[in-house]
């Protein structure tokens, strides 16, 4: 049985710094693209980071955040520095650029003072 779970979300200033990672099991990690998705509130999920063999990063979080996987224990971290108060939203790990998954409950960033 397929499944992700998120975690090390939580509340942090503007300016400070998150990591979070992602469990995978039940599938051949290895093999696929890992990414992560956020969904904003009041907005629809969205990729913004992706990792086959090179890290790729969409315009808002690019230069901020570095995204990483660890093959042997089927895992993605996404180290996130820097944060925005935009940054908030529930961050969810999926293969990438297209899902292949149903969603774990993803972990919850709030950034704000």
């Known amino acids: 049985q397929v499944q992700l779970v998120e975690s090390g979300g939580g509340l942090v200033q503007p300016g400070g710094s998150l990591k979070l990672s992602c469990a995978a099991s039940?599938?051949?990690?290895?093999?696929?693209?890992w990414g992560w998705y956020r969904q904003a509130p009041g907005k629809q999920r969205e990729l913004i980071a992706y990792?086959?063999?090179?890290?790729i990063y969409t315009a808002p979080v690019r230069g901020r955040f570095v995204i990483s996987r660890d093959n042997a224990k089927m895992m993605v971290h996404l180290e996130m520095n820097s944060l925005k108060p935009e940054d908030t939203g529930v961050y969810y790990c999926?293969?990438?650029?297209?899902?292949?998954?149903?969603w774990g409950q993803g972990t919850q960033v709030t950034v704000s003072s």
């Open positions: 990792v086959g063999n090179i890290p």
């Open positions: 039940g599938m051949t990690f290895n093999i696929r693209t």
């Open positions: 999926n293969t990438a650029p297209e899902w292949d998954f149903q």
